[in-house]
């Protein structure tokens, strides 16, 4: 069981990014997906949130209207679209599927001029 998340970088404000997770080793296309976010010194948080078929999506009230979360069941690959970035948004980010599969590596999102 595994889940590999990339596409992280160094954006200016307002800029944009687009991570992906690839996962494996489950059943990708029965399982609700959930991006996370850890910034600094600050408790992991929860960003938004995908049903396994697509249908539902869920996001934390500050990112609403910036990311979009999306999934590809053919690629098992869970996506966070990310707009108008801002300095905020720094942290690293996580995916997450069923409990039983660990925390991945994360991917570093840094939002600086």
């Known amino acids: 069981v595994q889940l590999v998340e990339s596409g992280g970088g160094l954006v200016e404000p307002g800029g944009s990014l687009r991570l992906s997770c690839l996962a494996s080793g489950f059943t990708f296309s029965t399982y609700t997906m959930t991006w996370y976010r850890q910034a600094p010194g600050k408790e992991r948080e929860r960003v938004a949130a995908i049903t396994s078929n697509g249908d539902n999506t869920h996001y934390v009230d500050s990112v609403k209207g910036r990311f979009t979360i999306s999934r590809d069941n053919a690629k098992n690959t869970v996506y966070l679209q990310m707009n108008s970035l801002k300095p905020e948004d720094t942290a690293v980010y996580y995916c997450?599927?069923?409990?039983?599969?660990?925390w991945g590596q994360g991917t570093q999102v840094t939002v600086s001029s």
């Open positions: 997450r599927g069923p409990a039983f599969a660990p």
